[in-house]
């Protein structure tokens, strides 16, 4: 991972790239550091801190977060009294692990590769736009992004809400939705497609905070598209939060208040007065985009996205160059991440014949033998506000301090950061813990990374025992503080009883067969089957109906006019020619079982009178059977030749 790095060039072809990359100094040696924060407490000179909003100050030498990766300082050439003046040092004789070192100088580095992903995520809209509704005129108008900072529990102002001009909490907030979206007068006719989700999220939050704080929602339309999403609306709305479909003309000062003037639907002029003014603001391009298209030989769109086509989201006019995220277009954090998949996909293809070399092998230390009687570690994770603003960490951590076996307890603002993880790693050696239970949020997602860390620290991965109190507790409890604790508590407790339990397990492998079963034979399933190809591995396309090609062989045309029935021709008859697709049409699944790896399905096809069973080995399934119209009751629907969906 190079952090702290330009792209300088791109050369050569898909498969045989050289980039050349320019890599920052830090100032300080990332391997020497230990995160201890001496140095900043000795800097004199203030730094506004850029990943808080500029909420707040720090120093030029600093980590912007708990979670930063890598976890160690760096310095700021921007504000540093010595790079800008040749003075101070002061930080150098305070760093007890002599880390910080001003002769750093730019490395260029040259990286030989096959595939490039670009995901170098959106930009802000610009300040003129802001202004409009009066940012920077009035300290009591912020934008989202600062409201989001002041409301997490790790940022500035530690999740308390207040009004810049004067300190106080306010008692009316408004949202402003669409600034800088959809809007032609700063030539950004698109919707960013996240921000009536984050308003509604930043809404609820604050109405956690401040149950009495009565909060309005200006919308012109409410864009809440994706599965279940509509709850969150509907849950905000549970919480008296007001949704009001209005176009917001101007924001005045008002005594030492905000007056919003707004127009209805119904032509009408309306003022309401607020304490603070929170702006939606969209997605934007990168600011770079432009100079990043002129490195990578890539298109832009007219709002300067990377551009692509319809049918394939992801390519650029390079090949081998490859988009993901919010730099092919504004969009969330699902899906981003199915994006990053999809493009992790694709490069996985281009590299076929390279898998597998350049393996490192990582060594690990001698596992201890489990002789001794158990010494359990307990570790109870804050989870920013996660678990913090509902559960009662401190008693929860308190909670174990008698239990039989218990040697060490204590609790931490991000379990998972990388410097709580190492710190994990430590203690577990200098109190010799045996046994370790964390209480955290999800093992589906962190169990591995806390396993890894055992093995680091030279135990099982299989003594180490996770308690969901974020999902289990703090979540389904969120009215319910007192409850929600007692239940972390029990939970904790069983999790230490049973760590007391635990054995270490050997690690076992077993094989895998590498054969995907693909069920649907629309353009998802066509698509996971080739890229699966491309990867070199086999698969099974299945199709219920008598041909491929699903819903998008009933259009002619999309909404960007790009003809489909030549791409679905084409599409089908690439699927038919590769020898590692076997396509069965007009086949059900009638029975699966087995586990991730080795699976074994019965699927039953139909021809003519003649139907067959094959048994079909596989280690992974993908589902791609599409969807189907809503057809709804009423409308005169089914009942009249002229309605129609």
């Known amino acids: 991972m190079l952090t702290n790095a330009d792209l300088l060039a791109l050369e050569g072809k898909a498969g045989d790239f050289t980039a050349r990359i320019r890599q920052r100094p830090r100032y300080i040696d990332a391997d020497a550091c230990t995160a201890c924060g001496l140095c900043t407490q000795y800097c004199p000179r203030h730094h506004v801190d850029p990943y808080n909003e500029g909420l707040s ?82 300290p009591d108008v912020v934008t989202s992004f600062e409201f989001e900072r002041m409301t997490t529990a790790s940022g500035p102002f530690m999740g308390e809400v207040k009004c810049f001009s004067d300190g106080r909490h306010p008692k009316r907030i408004a949202f402003i939705q669409c600034v800088g979206s959809r809007d032609l007068g700063c030539d950004n006719g698109y919707c960013s497609s996240v921000c ?10 604050a109405k956690e905070h401040d149950p009495e704080v009565e909060i309005t929602i200006y919308y012109m339309d409410i864009r809440t598209q994706g599965k279940e999403f509509d709850k969150a609306q509907q849950r905000a709305e549970s919480m008296g939060i007001k949704f009001v479909r209005a176009k917001v003309g101007d924001i005045t000062p008002w005594n030492n208040r905000l007056q919003l003037t ?45 551009k692509s086509e319809t049918f394939q989201p992801l390519a650029t006019k390079r090949d081998g160059v490859i988009v993901a995220g919010s730099f092919q277009g504004p969009k969330d954090i699902p899906e981003s991440v199915t994006q990053a ?40 994770c804050h989870c920013g506000i996660n678990i913090s603003s509902v559960v009662d960490v401190h008693r929860v951590e308190d909670s174990v301090a008698d239990m039989e076996g218990v040697v060490y307890h204590t609790d931490s603002l991000y379990s998972c950061s990388q410097d709580a993880v190492e710190t994990l790693k430590k203690t577990i050696i200098k109190h010799d813990l045996n046994r370790v239970v964390i209480a955290a949020c999800s093992p589906r997602t962190h169990e591995p990374l806390f396993q890894e860390t055992l093995k680091d620290a030279g135990l099982n991965p299989c003594l180490v025992e996770m308690v969901n109190i974020r999902d289990q507790c703090s979540w389904v409890h969120a009215g319910e503080p007192d409850a929600a604790t007692d239940k972390s ?46 990867q ?110």
């Open 341 to 380: 998949s999809a493009a992790a996909g694709i490069a996985a293809g281009l590299l076929e014949k390279q898998r597998g070399q350049g393996i490192v092998h990582k060594d690990y230390p001698d596992e201890k033998t489990d002789t001794d009687e158990p010494r359990i570690g307990v570790f109870v």
């Open 57 to 138: 100050v720090t120093r030029p030498i600093h980590i912007d977060y708990a979670q930063a990766v890598p976890a160690t300082y760096y310095i700021d050439p921007s504000s540093c009294l010595h790079l800008q003046h040749d003075t101070c040092q002061i930080c150098v004789p305070v760093c007890q692990s002599h880390a910080i070192n001003f002769n750093q100088k730019p490395k260029d580095i040259e990286l030989n590769v096959g595939a490039v992903i670009l995901s170098p995520g959106f930009g802000k809209i610009e300040r003129s736009t802001l202004e409009k509704f009066g940012y920077g005129n009035h």
């Open 536 to 645: 070199g591995f086999e698969s099974v396309l299945l199709e219920k109906g008598k041909t491929l090609g699903g819903n998008l062989g009933l259009l002619n045309h999309t909404l960007s006019s790009s003809e489909t029935a030549g791409y679905v021709k084409k599409l089908v008859a690439r699927v038919k020619k590769n020898k590692k697709i076997d396509v069965l049409t007009n086949a059900e699944i009638v029975q699966s079982s087995g586990f991730i790896g080795n699976y074994c399905s019965v699927v039953a096809t139909t021809t003519g009178k003649k139907k067959e069973e094959h048994t079909i080995d596989h280690g992974v399934v993908i589902l791609a059977t599409g969807g189907h119209e809503h057809r709804p009751d009423g409308y005169l629907l089914g009942k009249n030749s002229k309605v129609l969906t």
């Open 196 to 205: 009536c989700m984050y308003a509604i999220k930043e809404a609820m939050v």
């Open 489 to 534: 508590q029990d939970l904790v407790r069983m999790a230490v009883a049973k760590a007391r339990k635990l054995k270490p397990l050997p690690e076992q492998t077993v094989p895998v067969t590498a054969r995907a079963l693909i069920v649907g034979g629309g353009i998802a399933g066509m698509v996971a089957a080739l890229t699966m190809a491309e």
């Open 262 to 306: 707004y127009s209805t639907l119904e032509g009408g002029h309306e003022f309401e007065p607020f304490d603070l003014v929170v702006l939606s603001v969209g997605l934007e391009s990168p600011r770079d985009a432009q100079g990043i298209a002129d490195i990578t030989g890539i298109e832009l769109n007219r709002y300067n996205f990377a």
